[in-house]
């Protein structure tokens, strides 16, 4: 509550002086998404052992059987990545590949020091780099915490080794793989098929729904605002005016709410009406 005065009494003094415009005081008076914002929203300390881990997820790699997590643990260990730290980049040897233990990540794909494309948001239960390690190439997107994370990394050799005993691993790696191109299929009709930006931020919130959040009541979804408005327009090809904008819009119509950096998707039927 505190941090939300200090940003509206920042917004109205601005508004009194007549430093800013319309537009940008839309945006002052939005939740400001930094690293002390995200570390909010942390996910709980994962515990010794993957099968008593609370973040396991039905569907990803971390929700194999409990002999077969025991195998795979003894060729990883856990590791902690600090917020906003690289985790890889586009284009380097995939000689790991790392599943996602707490936390999240952002990926992006793009030259460095130039325009880059935020691809999705992965968090707990993700595997990231399993098609670059399987097919021994390289890694095709670029990885960096949003939050401080706990990751498993598995060196390439172990985990091919580890797939060729285990073939409930073999399956799970192929829906891993599904989901993947799912995902980049997802992306892709957002950005080509949605007409309006109304449709593509609201396929996006839909996204980051199944992706990163949980289910609440009466049918709704809710996950961290981890991406500014700058990033969400880079992901919908607009302007973070227009984000700002078309998000306000959102919440007058009471489909979202947004407290605490935390949305809440209350009516995904409306948003799934624009796309």
């Keep these: ?57 039905p569907g990803w790699f971390c929700s194999l059987g409990s002999s077969v997590l025991a195998d795979l643990e003894l060729a990883t260990s856990t590791i902690t990545l600090p917020a906003q730290a690289s985790l890889f980049h586009q284009g380097e040897d995939a000689r790991c590949l790392y599943l996602i233990c707490g936390g999240y990540l952002k990926l992006t794909a793009g ?15 993700s595997m990231l780099g399993l098609y670059a390690v399987l097919s021994h190439g390289v890694y095709e997107v670029s990885a960096e915490s949003l939050t401080s994370a706990q990751l498993r990394p598995v060196e390439r050799d172990r985990f091919l080794n580890f797939l060729r005993v285990h073939k409930e691993a073999q ?30 931020l609201g396929k996006l919130l839909l996204e980051l729904s199944h992706q990163i959040g949980e289910h ?8 961290p605002l981890l991406l500014t408005h700058e990033e969400m327009a880079s992901m919908t090809c607009t302007t973070r005016e227009t984000v700002t904008r078309t998000l306000g819009q959102f919440r007058k119509e009471g489909w979202i709410s947004i407290e605490d950096s935390l949305v809440t998707v209350h009516q995904p039927e409306r948003l799934q009406t624009l796309i």
């Design 1 to 57: 509550m505190k941090r939300k005065r200090h940003v509206k009494g920042e917004a109205k003094r601005r508004r009194s002086s007549g430093e800013v415009g319309k537009g940008t005081t839309m945006a002052s008076a939005e939740i400001v998404t930094d690293v002390q914002v995200r570390q909010k929203h942390l996910t709980k300390q994962v515990p010794i052992g993957c099968a008593a881990c609370a973040n396991r997820r």
């Design 111 to 125: 030259r460095m020091n130039d325009r880059q494309m935020i691809v999705r948001i992965a968090g707990p239960g």
């Design 171 to 200: 399956m799970r790696a192929v829906q891993c793989i599904c989901q993947e191109y799912r995902f980049a299929l997802q992306d892709a009709c957002r950005i080509a098929l949605a007409e309006t930006v109304a449709a593509r």
């Design 216 to 223: 609440v009541n009466d049918g709704a979804f809710r996950f």
